[in-house]
T-cell receptor
Framework: GESVGLHLPTLSVQEGDNSIINCAYS??????FIWYKQESGKGPQFIID?????DKRQGQRVTVLLNKTVKHLSLQIAATQPGDSAVYFC?????????????FGTGTRLTIIP | DAEITQSPRHKITETGRQVTLACHQT?????MFWYRQDLGHGLRLIHY???????NKGEVSDGYSVSRSNTEDLPLTLESAASSQTSVYFC?????????????FGPGTRLTVL
């Protein structure tokens, strides 16, 4: 996941614009990746996932890009809406070995400006 | 609708007291997880269960215990609360034991240990 820090990285985006949130991971064995959205006072919510045999996966208004060479993951949100304001974090795991668990990043706080 | 609930949502306790956080899911999922979330860290796994009478330690299990007497509930007990256990605690569940299976999170319990 992302580097550890005491404060969340923040991103402010004008409503209607596109946003890109980044995540760097360190485990080269990781082959499954997830993006979560966490609204204030709520639990994390699954957004989209991607396996390492893919470079790109699209959902509704969201796209995840995976660059295995530099161990980087990004989440693109198109035409942002006020309801997109939340903390977004990635999770990663190797899947080839049994007993593996998710490693979670620290997150980026996205604020949509009306 | 199926859901996962946690109680209490907020708890203040004193150092040395025993505290139990409840988690209840109506998904009929076999797998349940407890995480803690702290600034500067991603979600960290405390304990998990793959079914009734099954419990396993996660990466930060010291000072915590769980028991699984039925499918729906996985209570988390802090045997003797410490200030380092001040955190937000999330329970999650998933249908199978596969790490790629979507985990559904509860709303969280904010615990303060004074």
């Amino acid at each position: 996941g992302e580097s550890v820090g005491l404060h969340l990285p923040t991103l402010s985006v004008q409503e209607g614009d596109n946003s890109i949130i980044n995540c760097a991971y360190s485990n080269s064995a990781s082959d499954y990746f997830i993006w979560y959205k966490q609204e204030s006072g709520k639990g994390p919510q699954f957004i989209i996932d991607i396996r390492s045999n893919m470079d790109k996966r699209q959902g509704q208004r969201v796209t995840v890009l995976l660059n295995k060479t530099v161990k980087h993951l990004s989440l693109q949100i198109a035409a942002t809406q006020p309801g997109d304001s939340a903390v977004y974090f990635c999770a990663e795991t190797p899947t080839m070995s049994s007993g593996e668990k998710l490693t979670f990043g620290t997150g980026t706080r996205l604020t949509i400006i009306p | 609708d199926a859901e996962i609930t946690q109680s209490p949502r907020h708890k203040i306790t004193e150092t040395g007291r025993q505290v139990t956080l409840a988690c209840h899911q109506t998904w009929n999922h076999n797998n349940m997880f407890w995480y803690r979330q702290d600034l500067g860290h991603g979600l960290r796994l405390i304990h998990y269960s793959y079914g009734v009478q099954d419990t396993n330690k996660g990466e930060v299990s010291d000072g915590y215990s769980v028991s699984r007497s039925n499918t729906e509930d996985l209570p988390l007990t802090l045997e003797s609360a410490a200030s380092s256990q001040t955190s937000v605690y999330f329970c999650a569940s998933s249908a199978t034991g596969t790490v790629t299976d979507t985990q559904y999170f509860g709303p969280g319990t904010r615990l303060t240990v004074l």
